[in-house]
């Protein structure tokens, strides 16, 4: 009768039997009396604390999953799902307990509730119940999915790594490039590679186009002459030519190299310097480099050298344009000054200062360079003395030829009628592939309308020629339509439209 009362009787079990059962998840403060628990779970013995049968319990779960043991074991309350990839615990323990509304998370749809997982909205996955309130089977699924979990995520870390990587050692070769000078314009990795030198024109531009290679140049230049011209020179940069001599350029890199690793970073860096000299000189000099004192070719036009025997620079322009003779262009190289001597008096014609890289004149606005291999003639800058406000250049770039648009045009003449220019009006201007009156005849039959000059307003698209856009001085059609923020396009814009009869954007056929 006592054992099926549930007494005390009950939980005297045979040592040996107890031994082996799992430990009841609740030890020494178990509150069941089933005699059924007693069978199923040990629980402390006399004198042994329940923290030191769960440490001796969870020890032997660690070791099995290579994994510390969590404090709590089986009563742990722990609802991140990582928290169970970090740490092992005991899959058997007892039943679940009864679970009530504070003990779980709230879960608005059957589906949560019959899963033990959940995504919360940070879509980070949380248990619904409390780990001490799963069943055996549940506890094994979660900790399957913790692990696979934890699998999942150093995965991603290790994608996360590479791309990292990646991404810094674009960024390093960037630098790179940047540092040795290698903002390349379209065109110049191919001039790079070939043997004659190569010549890129760079005009001013009124947009500012951000990471534009040919604006940097250009603007690099311009400002340097401004900066350092004398005050109220009244010079204006009209061009820019940048110079790409490939084997100039490698010796130039190479010398710089070796300066580097003889005198340290910070006595490598160029010095963008002038170089005044007659116009028959500058090809020759941007094609295969300077000369230097000891080789062929080398004399100084005027003396025999104040301050040595070397190549003259200036980073004042006003000191080098007056040995500009026969025209108005000046050199803007990049020197390696590396260890200046200072000259406190004139040393007509010396060699270079032992010990030195080049010398500077007592008020330091001469540089003398003794190797020619330090110097790499950059930019030719053309220049005029200014008068009235300054106004940009258009930048014509001429797409096809004049035959090209001829075809062009016979190939829309015989286009049956469409309505491909409905709701556009047109005026021509300049000599197009036809006489005026043809194409305009070709607008109208295509569904366009025709302007008249007085006409140019917003609404209307001139259709000009290439060869008026060059005009140094705007005909009087391109300055209303520029005036009146007229479009201006060029001919096969029509063509194009008419021939392939889609409705084709201005913008990749205007004038700028």
Excluded at 224 to 241: C, H, M, N, P, W
């Amino acid at each position: 009768m006592a054992a099926m009362d549930g007494g005390p009787a009950t939980k005297k079990l045979k040592t040996s039997d107890s031994d082996a059962l799992p430990l009841c998840p609740y030890g020494a403060s178990c509150y069941r009396k089933n005699p059924q628990h007693f069978q199923e779970f040990r629980h402390p013995k006399d004198g042994e604390t329940s923290q030191a049968v769960d440490r001796a319990d969870l020890s032997a779960v660690a070791s099995t999953s290579g994994l510390p043991p969590c404090k709590y074991g089986a009563n742990c309350y722990r609802k991140n799902l990582l928290h169970f990839a970090q740490f092992s615990h005991p899959t058997t323990g007892g039943e679940p307990q009864d679970s009530d509304d504070t003990d779980t998370e709230l879960a608005e749809c059957e589906d949560e509730k019959a899963s033990p997982l959940v995504k919360s909205d940070s879509d980070t996955t949380r248990l619904v119940k409390n780990y001490s309130k799963l069943t055996e089977e549940e506890r094994r699924a979660l900790i399957q999915r913790a692990v696979e979990a934890k699998k999942k995520l150093e995965e991603e870390l290790q994608d996360t790594k590479k791309e990292v990587e990646r991404k810094e050692k674009e960024l390093q070769t960037l630098q790179q490039e940047l540092s040795e000078g290698l903002l390349l314009l379209e065109g110049e990795k191919e001039a790079l590679e070939k043997s004659e030198v190569t010549k890129f024109p760079l005009v001013p531009e009124r947009q500012y186009k951000e990471g534009s290679a040919a604006q940097v140049h250009f603007r690099l230049a311009e400002s340097q002459f401004y900066r350092l011209i004398d005050a109220g020179s009244g010079y204006r940069v009209t061009k820019v030519e940048y110079v790409v001599s490939p084997e100039v350029v490698k010796r130039f890199r190479q010398a710089q190299k070796d300066l580097r690793d003889k005198r340290g970073e910070m006595l490598s860096y160029p010095v963008l310097a002038f170089h005044g000299t007659a116009q028959a000189n500058i090809d020759p000099i941007t094609s295969l480099g300077f000369k230097a004192p000891g080789e062929s070719g080398f004399k100084h036009a005027t003396d025999t050298g104040w301050y040595g025997k070397g190549v003259y620079f200036s980073e004042y322009p006003s000191y080098s344009m007056p040995y500009i003779k026969g025209g108005n262009r000046i050199l803007l190289c990049q020197v390696l000054p590396g260890k200046v001597y200072q000259c406190s008096s004139l040393i007509h014609g010396s060699p270079l200062m032992k010990g030195s890289d080049s010398h500077t004149s007592p008020d330091k606005k001469e540089l003398i360079i003794f190797n020619s291999h330090h110097i790499l003639p950059c930019y030719i800058l053309h220049y005029t003395h200014a008068h009235g406000d300054f106004k940009y250049k258009r930048s014509i770039k001429v797409t096809k030829s004049v035959d090209e648009l001829k075809k062009l045009y016979e190939t829309a003449a015989k286009m049956p009628a469409t309505k491909i220019l409905t709701g556009m009006t047109f005026h021509l201007g300049g000599k197009l592939a036809d006489k005026h009156s043809e194409i305009y005849n070709l607008i109208i039959k295509h569904g366009g309308k025709t302007a008249t000059q007085q006409q140019l307003y917003m609404g209307v698209t001139l259709v000009a020629a290439t060869s008026e856009m060059k005009l140094e001085t705007p005909s009087v059609k391109v300055s209303l339509a520029e005036n009146a923020q007229v479009p201006i396009v060029s001919e096969d814009f029509l063509y194009d439209r008419i021939i392939t009869q889609q409705k084709k954007d201005v913008s990749g056929y205007v004038f700028s």
